[in-house]
């Protein structure tokens, strides 16, 4: 079988698994780092590598303007493009189409769109993003959906889900009508629940998306786009009892520590978001007591690394002063060390929860994690 996915252990709602692609295993719960166009910002593969990084994202709406999606399969496909020879996973575009294009029309055919890089006119459908995805060549490709605010109401939120299942169908039937590229391994498609904070609709769109097909594995989408917490935990609730236990569940975009180990304990298997490299390209670090901003003036004289527990090339090698002056300075080493930091944090966060969950505490574990992360609320940055 190409890909599988087998649960090992499980302790509550959280679930410690193998999901398994033609590019090798993915152990869950995991945190895959995000390479929106190819490349997760300012760290090489080798760096992924060393970081326990096991799966990693890139985009498909970003790709399609630049380079170009046609130019990366006719140069071998993503994996030999960025030289990531493990699982990749390609975002369908929906959401950045939503986010960051200009002057978009959404019809049922689909969305048109101004790139927000040069302005020009493009128009995404499902069958458009289908062939997209199937260029790139990723292990695993999303569904086309239409994305909304998360705190849209409940009229919008059923006319966007439901939209987007009958997009599903048109992807599903897309694949099947596009003729193979040779030598590429298969692809798994992961449809997207959404449904807003509206537990109904979630519960409606897992039925109807359930009811279409037996599907490698599950996006939840919709999340983490300015909804309150409380709602966010609400919803992976009621979606994960609706959900079919034994596949895979995706939370799209989610990637602070806090969200995480919420996640995990509400039965999410796959993160991915730009904060860890995003937040490290700002000076600002994840440590196991809560977040740190290195340009605070208190570590000028800092020969201690960010953190003594982690052993990433930052904190093996560097202490907080001369992090410190590499910002102060805009030296590009500090963007690259700061990036490396936290993409190894939020790996290894995974990689505790999974032991916790194997060992059977996750609870305490959760709950002690959450204490020491809150307690120093005065670092925060
Ligand atoms: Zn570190």
Known sequence: MTFSFAIENTDGRARRGVFTTPHGAVETPMFMPVGTLATVKALDPDDLTAAGAQMILANAYHLHLRPGDDLVRDL???HRFMHWDRPILTDSGGFQVFSLATLRTVSEDGVEFRSHVDGSLHVFTPES???????LGADVIMQFDHVIPGQSDETA?????E?????LARCVSAREAL???D???PQALFPIVQGGIHEHLRVEAVRAIAGMGDWVGFGIGGLSVGEAKPDMYRILESVDDALPANRPRYLMGVGFPEDLVEGVARGVDLFDCVAPTRMGRNGTVFTPDGRVNIKRAEFRRSDAPIDPSCNCGACARFSRAYLRHLF???EILGLRLLSLHNVHFLVRLMRGAREAIRAGTFASWRRDWTER????TSTTA
């Open 76 to 78: 071998g496909g993503l």
């Open 129 to 135: 993003v289908m062939a997209i995805e199937q260029n």
């Open 157 to 161: 939120a059923r006319d966007a889900s």
């Open 163 to 167: 939209r987007s299942i009958r997009w």
């Open 179 to 181: 003729p193979p590229i």
């Open 183 to 185: 030598g590429r391994p």
């Open 328 to 330: 102060v300075t805009d």
């Open 373 to 376: 992360y809150h307690s120093r």
